[in-house]
């Protein structure tokens, strides 16, 4: 087996950065509500309904900062080809947790990183800051407190960086 050398991202370019402010929250599971018929079609589907309320606001705050963003750089066209996402999620922090030092978002209350990343990636495509969320092929994510990381907000939220890789064509 032949191991595969680092690839170098010296070559990646910054293409946008967004900012979203609000509560991260998780895609997550869906619940069966039953079954519909489709009036069109007559083919029978299954109802599947979000199960965490939190998602559809979320969403819609990554979607407006991702189309704030576009508007602040100029963008006019979502980006394409080759793209990877670095990402600070700052997370609530517990009451609960202490205050004097560094602790981690490692409960469930802090959510999973893999369905932040879902839900968050669902929000940039639906601003139309990238062609399809396909596109990105590379991601560095990371959960924080407020004031626990030098690149945590303030409050929760998300930093969200756009880059362009090699081949990419926009």
């Given at each position: 087996?032949?191991?595969?050398?680092?690839?170098?991202?010296?070559?990646?370019?910054?293409?946008?950065?967004?900012?979203v402010?609000?509560?991260p929250?998780?895609?997550?599971?869906?619940?069966?509500?039953?079954?519909?018929?489709?009036?069109?079609?007559?083919?029978?589907?299954?109802?599947?309904?979000?199960?965490?309320?939190?998602?559809?606001?979320?969403?819609?705050?990554?979607?407006?900062?991702?189309?704030?963003?576009?508007?602040?750089?100029?963008?006019?066209?979502?980006?394409?080809?080759?793209?990877?996402?670095?990402?600070?999620?700052t997370v609530?922090?517990?009451?609960?947790a202490?205050?004097?030092?560094?602790?981690?978002?490692?409960?469930?209350?802090?959510?999973?990183?893999?369905?932040?990343?879902?839900?968050?990636?669902d929000?940039?495509?639906?601003?139309?800051?990238?062609?399809?969320?396909?596109?990105?092929?590379?991601?560095?994510?990371?959960?924080?407190?407020?004031?626990?990381?030098?690149?945590?907000?303030?409050?929760?939220?998300?930093?969200?960086?756009?880059?362009?890789?090699?081949?990419?064509?926009?």
């Amino acid at each position: 087996m032949t191991a595969l050398a680092p690839e170098p991202d010296t070559d990646r370019q910054l293409r946008l950065t967004i900012v979203v402010n609000g509560r991260p929250a998780p895609q997550g599971s869906k619940a069966y509500k039953g079954h519909r018929t489709n009036a069109a079609t007559g083919r029978r589907s299954a109802v599947l309904v979000e199960q965490s309320k939190r998602v559809k606001p979320w969403r819609a705050l990554v979607t407006r900062a991702a189309m704030d963003s576009m508007l602040d750089t100029g963008r006019t066209e979502p980006l394409d080809g080759p793209l990877e996402a670095d990402i600070v999620f700052t997370v609530l922090k517990p009451a609960s947790a202490p205050k004097r030092r560094r602790t981690w978002p490692t409960t469930r209350h802090s959510g999973d990183v893999d369905k932040l990343i879902r839900s968050t990636f669902d929000g940039i495509a639906d601003g139309q800051a990238v062609v399809d969320d396909s596109r990105i092929i590379a991601i560095t994510a990371r959960k924080t407190f407020p004031g626990e990381h030098p690149e945590a907000l303030d409050q929760p939220g998300a930093i969200i960086r756009l880059y362009t890789l090699p081949g990419a064509t926009r």
